[in-house]
């Protein structure tokens, strides 16, 4: 069994920032690609930052130079510090992980159970 954790979501004011952590926890032999994305009411999930195992990161253009995806391989958590938060930022943040847990080098992508992010003065 696999788990994926989410945890650091919480109500914040316009500008400000907050941290997101997700630790993946269980049968695990390796962990390449992990990820952030988000759903707002309304909305399609969307990809908000990806990095992969040897730390290549990938950006949303609308978060870019606002948010740092970033991971410990030793801990199994890939994190997201959020700054210059906007109200449109609002949504749901879910991470997801491409697991194998098995030598066998088949990958599943694991999803966590989301944490609600609210900006709003």
């Known amino acids: 069994q696999v788990q994926l954790v989410e945890s650091g979501g919480g109500l914040v004011q316009p500008g400000g920032s907050l941290r997101l952590s997700c630790a993946a926890s269980?049968?695990?032999?390796?962990?390449?690609?992990m990820g952030w994305y988000r759903q707002a009411p309304g909305k399609e999930r969307e990809l908000v930052a990806s990095?992969?195992?040897?730390?290549?990161?990938r950006y949303a253009d609308s978060v870019k130079g606002r948010f740092t995806v970033s991971r410990d391989n030793a801990k199994k958590t890939v994190y997201l510090q959020m700054n210059s938060l906007k109200p449109e930022d609002t949504a749901v943040y879910y991470c997801n992980g491409e697991i194998s847990r098995y030598s066998n080098n088949v990958y599943y992508l694991y999803w966590g159970q989301g944490t609600q992010v609210t900006v709003s003065s």
């Open positions: 269980g049968s695990i032999f390796s962990i390449d690609a």
């Open positions: 990095i992969t195992s040897d730390g290549r990161t």
